[in-house]
């Protein structure tokens, strides 16, 4: 009971997150560097060299952990934007 109680009040961590400490692991054990993860969050162009570093590691997990990170990092409601149809009493000249 108490740990359910913990655990309610335990903000979900962000997916990035994870994923970005699952790639400093394997980057780690494959080439003794470190990944910046608070950097890996908040810096683009680290991300990006990170990552292509991580999609050049064929045969380990890294290139599907930097397609995953990918993936968490886009916009989840952009697809609800675009569904509904132009309002078809909308005109430019009116």
Known sequence: MVIAE????IAPMDPRTLIASRIDLHLRRQLGMRLDCH???TD????RDV???CDAM???D???LAHRFRVEG???DQSSRNSSPPSATW????
Do not use: F, I, Q
């Open 51 to 53: 990552l292509l570093v």
């Open 44 to 47: 683009a162009a680290y991300v």
């Open 91 to 94: 005109s430019p000249t009116a």
């Open 6 to 9: 913990a655990a309610a009040h």
């Open 74 to 76: 886009e916009p989840r």
């Open 58 to 60: 064929l045969g380990t």
């Open 62 to 64: 890294l290139p599907s």
């Open 39 to 41: 950097r890996a969050l």
